[in-house]
């Protein structure tokens, strides 16, 4: 069966970065888009960033110039590199894989910016 799991969550101080891994099976990895979605307390999912099979990216406008999406294909992975952090990035992050209108998710890894 297709499993996403994420990892590289964890607590942070304003400003530190973070690296979240996400690795696919059970998909032909290189076909799918992967994206990256937050969730913070007491709000709505929200899309933090693509990057498609053709390694093309796009970005929310709030995380622009601060974190990077990436992925590798050999190593079925896709990252996202978090640079100067905010209290407000504190959110669950997932890991999602579409292709063909069809959509899996990961169940998260917690972000924690806080002094």
């Known amino acids: 069966q297709v499993q996403l799991v994420e990892s590289g969550g964890g607590l942070v101080q304003p400003g530190g970065s973070l690296r979240l891994s996400c690795v696919a099976s059970?998909?032909?990895?290189?076909?799918?888009?992967m994206g990256w979605y937050r969730q913070a307390p007491g709000k709505e999912r929200e899309w933090v960033a693509t990057i498609t099979s053709a390694n093309f990216t796009i970005y929310t406008d709030s995380v622009k110039g601060r974190f990077t999406i990436s992925r590798d294909n050999a190593k079925n992975t896709v990252y996202l590199q978090s640079n100067s952090l905010l209290p407000e990035d504190t959110a669950v992050y997932y890991c999602t894989a579409g292709f063909l209108g069809t959509d899996y998710w990961g169940q998260g890894t917690q972000v924690t910016v806080s002094s």
């Open positions: 059970g998909i032909i990895f290189r076909l799918y888009a």
